[in-house]
């Protein structure tokens, strides 16, 4: 059974530096991504950013440029770092995990960003 497992969220100032993780265990076929979603209140859940096998990245408009993300391929480990944190970053984040077409989902680490 796959589980991922977040940790690394909490509150934080505005301007101020956080890091994620996000362990998967259990068996999961040829990974192809791994990555982070967040969601704030009232809003849809939307990508953050995501590494793909192979190294290639994809990250959302408004993090371009404050946000980096990596991975452990041989603990199955994926990290984002979140640096000028705003506001408008405040939001449950999810990881993410896609391999051999299923899609694995974390429950969410809350991450807080006061003003």
């Known amino acids: 059974q796959v589980q991922l497992v977040e940790s690394g969220g909490g509150l934080v100032q505005a301007g101020g530096s956080l890091g994620l993780s996000c362990a998967a265990s259990g068996t999961i076929f040829s990974i192809s991504a791994m990555g982070w979603y967040r969601q704030a209140p009232g809003k849809q859940r939307e990508l953050v950013a995501e590494?793909?096998?192979?190294?290639?990245?994809n990250f959302a408009d408004s993090v371009k440029g404050r946000f980096t993300i990596s991975r452990d391929n041989a603990k199955n480990t994926v990290y984002l770092q979140m640096h000028s944190l705003k506001p408008e970053d405040t939001a449950v984040y999810y990881c993410?995990?896609?391999?051999?077409?299923?899609?694995?989902w974390g429950k969410g680490t809350l991450v807080t960003v006061s003003s």
């Open positions: 590494v793909f096998r192979g190294g290639l990245t």
């Open positions: 993410r995990v896609v391999g051999m077409g299923n899609y694995y």
